[in-house]
């Protein structure tokens, strides 16, 4: 849904399209993360926990969750913590890349 931006007749997006695509936005990063073994169930779990919200249509319980992910992100200030990196599991990022597509849909 679209609506006009009172006073300058630019178009704006609704809060729901915006939320959903800054969502898609977080999970195209997560695509690209590199994070150590122990971390990667962790975003496993809350990319579950999306998932479901979005199923259920709770928008709220989707954008709670997504700034949660974004704090799951790797840490750029400490070289430690990126010990053991790896990319994404091949089935994470299935389920991440068709989240993404529902969410654009």
């Known amino acids: 849904m679209v609506a006009r931006t009172a006073g300058t007749g630019a178009l704006a997006a609704s809060p729901r399209a915006e939320a959903f695509t800054d969502t898609a936005d977080v999970l195209e990063d997560v695509l690209g993360w590199r994070l150590?073994?122990?971390?990667?169930?962790?975003v496993e779990e809350s990319i579950a926990g999306m998932a479901a919200a979005l199923a259920a249509g709770d928008e709220s319980a989707l954008a709670d969750l997504t700034a949660d992910l974004e704090l799951l992100g790797p840490i750029r200030s400490s070289r430690l913590s990126n010990t053991g990196?790896?990319?994404?599991?091949?089935?994470?990022?299935?389920?991440?890349?068709?989240?993404?597509?529902?969410?654009?849909?």
């Open 36 to 42: 150590g073994p122990s971390r990667w169930p962790v």
């Open 85 to 105: 990196a790896r990319d994404i599991p091949a089935d994470l990022a299935s389920r991440v890349r068709d989240l993404i597509s529902r969410l654009r849909g």
